[in-house]
């Protein structure tokens, strides 16, 4: 095989590996990177999850799937908590949800992640 046709395969091979994030580190987040989820969510969870997290936000309707009611009981059991941060990080397409649900790359890493995890739990235990 001559070697321009071997080095196209494997970079064709190679072009659909991306890069996992980091994991996060160890240990409950602290006060200020719980505000910074607060803060986040506002700016870039809100206008589809809406403030109270219950799937209506601004930008919700004629999104298909719509975005999750975080209220939702059943949604709240059937998911763990590091496949919420997993969603946080590299969003939906990624897994093979939600393509409307995007990625924070700019959070990968970072205990705000699971400080953004803790926020959506918060949702599924009030009314």
Same mark, same amino acid.
């Given at each position: 095989?001559?070697?321009?046709?071997?080095l196209l395969a494997l970079a064709l091979a190679?072009?659909?590996? $991306?890069?996992?994030?980091? @994991?996060?580190?160890?240990?409950?987040? !602290? #006060?200020?990177? *719980?505000?910074?989820?607060?803060?986040?969510?506002?700016?870039?969870?809100s206008n589809c999850h809406g403030p109270e997290?219950?799937?209506?936000?601004?930008?919700?309707?004629?999104?298909?799937?719509?975005? $999750?009611?975080?209220?939702? @009981?059943?949604?709240?059991?059937?998911? !763990? #908590?590091?496949? *919420?941060?997993?969603?946080?990080?590299?969003?939906?397409?990624?897994?093979?949800?939600?393509?409307?649900?995007?990625?924070?790359?700019?959070?990968?890493?970072?205990?705000?992640?699971?400080?953004?995890?803790?926020?959506?739990?918060?949702?599924?235990?009030?009314?």
């Amino acid at each position: 095989m001559r070697p321009l046709p071997l080095l196209l395969a494997l970079a064709l091979a190679l072009g659909g590996c $991306r890069k996992a994030p980091p @994991p996060i580190p160890p240990g409950p987040p !602290t #006060d200020a990177e *719980l505000a910074a989820a607060e803060a986040i969510y506002r700016e870039r969870c809100s206008n589809c999850h809406g403030p109270e997290g219950r799937g209506d936000g601004a930008s919700a309707q004629g999104l298909v799937p719509p975005p $999750r009611n975080y209220h939702d @009981p059943v949604f709240q059991r059937s998911v !763990t #908590d590091e496949h *919420l941060e997993q969603i946080i990080e590299v969003g939906g397409a990624e897994l093979k949800l939600s393509a409307s649900m995007p990625p924070n790359p700019d959070l990968w890493g970072q205990k705000v992640v699971r400080a953004l995890r803790m926020k959506v739990r918060s949702f599924g235990s009030s009314p």
